[in-house]
């Protein structure tokens, strides 16, 4: 019985494409159009720029939001608002913030079209480049 969920699993993995890695990162809309006027404003009313920088250019901790990955972004505020304990500061700020408040503040960071990057990021890491055996890259 076991041995037979295990094959149907495999079997609608490899049916559907389930992409595996939605399930351990965060994955954004790469459909979805932001209104990036309202995306700053969001920024600004949420006085993310007085810690962080206009930009998010402002290196905290030695990292600066415009250096993250957008994932990271993600799974930092929303940890940041489950474990509120770990930063003051940023439990604070990011409390109230919805889901899509937060891929709002992203796009504003990492530019509009930061989801259709990820994925093509993505679908280029699928497939590596050939190595010859002497370790040279054929393009
Ligand atoms: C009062 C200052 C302050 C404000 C306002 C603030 N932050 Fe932060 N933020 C910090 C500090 C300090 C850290 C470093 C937290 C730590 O490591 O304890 C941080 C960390 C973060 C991180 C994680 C960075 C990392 O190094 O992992 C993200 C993402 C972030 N802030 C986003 C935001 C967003 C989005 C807003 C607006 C909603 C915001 N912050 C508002 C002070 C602030």
Redesign the pocket.
Known sequence: MIRFVFLVSIFIVGLFGINLKSFFTYTFDSGKTYDMQKAKDL?FQ???Q???GDTGERK????A?KD?KPE??KS??IN?TLEGG??V??AV??RN?SHAEIDE?IAYIKGEDFAVELQVKDLLEEEPPQKTKHGIFIK
């Not at 905290?60 to 990292?63: P, T, V, Y």
């Open positions: 920024y949420k006085k993310c007085t810690c962080h905290i901790s030695g990292k939001l993250m990271d972004i930092s505020l940041f770990n930063s500061n940023m700020h990011s913030l503040i």
